[in-house]
T-cell receptor, first 112, second 117 residues
C-alpha cells in the first residue's frame, strides 16, 4: 500500500517569512496529492491540491510542487501570517475512488 | 456546495455500548464514502471505504466486526462501533466525493469525537 512521509514534524518561522513542508510517497500509481490544514478539534480543510499531470500549482500565498519521478511533493507558504499557525497534512491517493493516505503532519508555528 | 454532514459531533458513553455515527452528503450523491480515525496529536488513518449497495472494504488491521459500515443509499453511510471500549476513543471523520466527478476533492464531515468511559 501507499506510504507517505512528511517532514518536518514541527516548523517555526518568523511572521512574513516562507514555510516549506515536504512529503514523499511510495506508490507510483498515486496521482492525486492534496494538502490539508487542520485546527485543533476541527475537520481538515483542503488548502490546495495537485494532480500528477501538473508540476506546480499556485493559489495566492500557497503553492504546491510535484516531482513524480522522485515521488515527492512540497507545500510552500509565502508571507506567513499568525493565522497560518496550524497542523498541515499532506496526502496521496490513486484517484477519486481511493481513500487518502496521510502524512504524519507538520505543526506550523508562526512567530510574531 | 458539496457539504458533508456528520452526526453526532460528540458522544460520551459507557464501555460496552455500541455507537452509531452517520455521514450524509447533503447536496450530492456519493457511491463511495470513506471513514477515517484520528487519535490525539496523530494523523488521520483510513479505516474503510464504504460502497453503496455492497460490502465495505476495510484497511489492514481494522476489525470489520468491530466497526460495522452500512452504505444503504447514495447519501448516507453509517459507522457503528460495537461494544466500544476506552481504546476506541478517538475522532472519527468521514469524507465523500461527488459521484462521477473525477477532479473533485474529498469533502470531509465535521467529525465525531467519541469518548468511552
Amino acid at each position: 500500500g501507499e506510504n507517505v512521509e512528511q517532514h518536518p514534524s514541527t516548523l517555526s518561522v518568523q511572521e512574513g517569512d516562507s514555510a516549506v513542508i515536504k512529503c514523499t510517497y511510495s506508490d507510483s500509481a498515486s496521482n492525486y496529492f492534496p494538502w490539508y490544514k487542520q485546527e485543533l478539534g476541527k475537520r481538515p480543510q483542503l488548502i490546495i491540491d495537485i494532480r500528477s499531470n501538473v508540476g506546480e500549482k499556485k493559489d495566492q500565498r500557497i503553492a504546491v510542487t510535484l516531482n513524480k519521478t522522485a515521488k515527492h511533493f512540497s507545500l510552500h507558504i509565502t508571507e506567513t501570517q499568525p493565522e497560518d499557525s496550524a497542523v498541515y497534512f499532506c496526502a496521496a491517493a490513486g484517484g477519486g475512488a481511493d481513500g487518502l493516505t496521510f502524512g504524519k503532519g507538520t505543526h506550523l508555528i508562526i512567530q510574531p | 456546495g458539496a457539504v458533508v454532514s456528520q452526526h453526532p459531533s460528540w458522544v460520551i458513553c459507557k464501555s460496552g455500548t455500541s455507537v452509531k455515527i452517520e455521514c450524509r452528503s447533503l447536496d450530492f450523491q456519493a457511491t463511495t464514502m470513506f471513514w477515517y480515525r484520528q487519535f490525539p496529536k496523530q494523523s488521520l488513518m483510513l479505516m474503510a471505504t464504504s460502497n453503496e449497495g455492497s460490502k465495505a472494504t476495510y484497511e489492514q488491521g481494522v476489525e470489520k466486526d468491530k466497526f460495522l459500515i452500512n452504505h444503504a443509499s447514495l447519501t448516507l453511510s453509517t459507522l457503528t462501533v460495537t461494544s466500544a471500549h476506552p481504546e476506541d476513543s478517538s475522532f472519527y471523520i468521514c469524507s465523500a466525493t461527488p459521484e462521477g466527478v473525477d477532479d473533485q476533492p474529498q469533502h470531509f464531515g465535521d467529525g465525531t469525537r467519541l469518548s468511552i468511559l
